[in-house]
């Protein structure tokens, strides 16, 4: 079980979407209501407020690798 103590938004490793910026990443630090997010392919870390991030649905994770594998593919 994830520790959501603020009204749902996600935990510490899970990945997730700033609503403000619709930009998909990792959950890598918390404090108080602010939420440090880290791209998924590695990059940058952003700042987001805890109410303006919610968890990836499974469809999002999903559409996320598939986007990633054909962007791969192309690149060989």
């Known amino acids: 079980m994830t520790d959501r103590t603020h ?3 996600p935990a510490v490793g ?3 979407v700033d609503t403000t910026t619709d ?3 990792k959950v890598v630090r918390r404090i108080g209501s602010v939420v440090l997010m880290a791209t998924l ?3 940058r870390v ?3 407020g ?3 991030v919610r968890p990836l ?3 999002e994770i999903r559409a996320h690798v598939r986007a990633t ?3 791969a593919r192309r690149t060989r």
Do not use: M, N, S, Y
């Open 7 to 9: 009204e749902g938004a």
């Open 14 to 16: 899970e990945l997730a």
């Open 23 to 25: 930009h998909k990443g």
């Open 41 to 43: 392919v590695g990059g």
């Open 46 to 48: 952003w700042r987001a």
């Open 50 to 52: 805890a109410d303006q």
């Open 57 to 59: 649905t499974p469809v």
């Open 69 to 71: 594998t054909h962007r």
